[in-house]
């Protein structure tokens, strides 16, 4: 559905209302002089040793692996994976497997570097 004009003249009417008139919800405390923290530059999660694999390693997550979940390996070793690719110009390949259980309900899964 293409925009009308008068949506357009709407949300800049809404976007324009003066918004400090509005009062801060009794959940939320202000502070003043809190220092920021420093970035954490290229934490890559609790996975980030996927990316110290040698080209034909491998390792296995089973429901019994203290702090890791089988379901969430594969997800962050493609995304380690590809952040090593980008940052690096090197070729990283993982490949994950359903070892044990469904692929909706794993209980265990293998992740192996294949390039």
Not at 65 to 81: C, E, G, M, R, V
């Amino acid at each position: 559905m293409p925009r009308t004009k008068g949506s357009k003249n709407k949300k800049v009417r809404l976007l324009s209302q003066n918004l400090t008139t509005v009062p801060v919800p009794n959940t939320i405390t202000i502070c003043n002089n809190v220092p920021l923290p420093e970035p954490k530059h290229m934490v890559l999660s609790k996975y980030g040793f996927i990316s110290t694999l040698q080209v034909g390693q491998s390792f296995e997550i089973t429901t019994t692996t203290h702090d890791f979940k089988p379901s969430s390996l594969a997800p962050a070793a493609y995304q380690i994976a590809s952040t090593v690719r980008k940052t690096t110009n090197k070729r990283f390949k993982v490949a994950c497997r359903t070892l044990e259980g469904t692929s909706q309900h794993p209980t265990k899964v293998g992740c192996w570097r294949v390039a």
